[in-house]
């Protein structure tokens, strides 16, 4: 079986047919700005990666998660977010999950509350998972989970917020590695918990333990502009050939949706080939300070001290070169216009209206630390991209998008 979903709804499609002009099988959602306060977005981001390399070292060397230095300052910020709607229980409650590739644990109740139905059954396990700027925590449950239509899964493992922070919908739906779930049951039995995409190819609901996401540029505060596909690629969302990559060896990159690769600015190297991940959770494009301020130097750019974001005049824009990601033997073209944030969202984040910032940032730790670079929304929005557990790889192709003339 081999189904496509759209981040704001569900699609049921026939394999590689399926055109954005094809009607939908369920109300689309908004996607969601939650731009509050200056300076959150970059500040967001680097949290975040704080979190996952802790997230790591927790797995591979049992070291505890270090939760002031993780969290940082309270932030009610969380950048540009992609939601499915997913059903659980019966009757079902319908629930707004972000979509997150930086982790892998399933769960539900910051906004909308969890009501146990005839499907719920209690494991006896609490659950605690430390994001780069929330957190949660609550009990384990298995449970009914409707994420598309013919899409159900019997018994997925869901966690039931207690106590959360530092979100503004109702949970997260979690497709990361499912090694990325150890150490967050207690009591812990060392065993993964089984993600939506095991369970469902796991019982011969999709016929390929994979999954392809695609996103548009934003053009609208609002709007459908971002599909999952369970199973399987969409060729209507890509051009060309999918360049596919090996998870990356390099830890702690190895542990989420890690590769290889190098980034040159025009003609001039700025990073090496080196590790790190492509991310659904991040919105920017974050290098580390190394690669970070070679491109702050070739661009001119300054950082804009209101956004936190890196700002260029109209002239530096003219003479902006495109970057260059080398990922296994295709070299793939970020264009000028794609390094630029939506003008229409400046006022958003804080920004002037008619400034130019970029979407490149900092990670805030030199390149050699095993995550040297973080391919966030941004970035994915110009490149479609394969999440591959069956071969342990990442693929990567351009889109009808790539260059758009969009920011």
Do not use: C
């Amino acid at each position: 079986m081999w189904l496509s979903f759209a981040l704001f709804g569900f699609q049921e499609t026939t394999p590689h047919h399926r055109t954005h002009n094809s009607p939908m099988s369920l109300t689309p959602l908004t996607r969601h700005l939650t731009l509050g306060r200056t300076k959150n977005l970059v500040q967001h981001d680097n949290d975040r990666a704080k979190a996952l390399r802790a997230r790591a070292r927790l797995v591979l060397n049992g070291d505890p998660i270090d939760e002031p230095a993780v969290i940082g300052e309270a932030i009610d910020n969380w950048g540009v977010i992609y939601t499915a709607t997913v059903a659980i229980g019966n009757p079902p409650t319908n629930f707004n999950l972000e979509i997150d590739t930086g982790s892998s644990n399933t769960w539900v109740g910051a906004g909308t509350a969890f009501v146990a139905t005839s499907t719920t059954q209690q494991t006896g396990q609490e659950v605690d998972v430390v994001y780069g700027s929330g957190r949660f925590f609550g009990n384990q449950v298995l449970d009914t989970l409707t994420i598309a239509p013919g899409l159900t899964i019997p018994a997925q493992s869901i966690g039931i917020a207690e106590q959360s922070h530092g979100f503004g919908l109702d949970g997260i739906l979690g497709i990361g590695p499912i090694n990325l779930t150890r150490g967050t049951l207690s009591p812990d039995h060392n065993l993964g918990i089984p993600t939506v995409t095991d369970n469902l190819f796991n019982q011969g609901s999709i016929d390929a333990h994979e999954i392809g996401i695609s996103f548009e540029p934003t053009t609208q505060n609002s709007g459908v502009d971002g599909e999952i596909t369970w199973g399987g690629t969409e060729s209507s969302q890509y051009t060309g050939g999918i360049t596919y990559t090996p998870i990356t060896s390099t830890r702690p990159s190895s542990m989420f949706w890690g590769i290889d690769q190098s980034i040159r600015y025009g003609p001039y190297p700025i990073l090496d080939t080196t590790a790190g991940i492509v991310d659904t959770g991040s919105t920017l494009l974050l290098l580390s300070t190394d690669a970070y301020a070679k491109y702050v130097s070739l661009t001119g750019a300054v950082e804009d001290q209101v956004t936190g974001l890196l700002k260029i005049t109209s002239a530096q824009y003219a003479k902006l070169e495109s970057m260059f990601f080398q990922i296994g033997d295709t070299s793939f073209e970020f264009t000028a216009n794609a390094q630029l944030w939506p003008r229409f969202l400046n006022t958003t984040i804080g920004g002037d209206a008619h400034s130019l910032y970029l979407i490149v940032s900092t990670l805030d730790t030199h390149s050699g630390h095993g995550l040297d670079f973080t391919n966030g929304y941004t970035w994915m929005q110009r490149f479609y991209s394969v999440f591959d557990t069956a071969n342990q790889r990442v693929g990567i192709a351009t889109t009808p998008h790539t260059y758009a003339m969009t920011n």
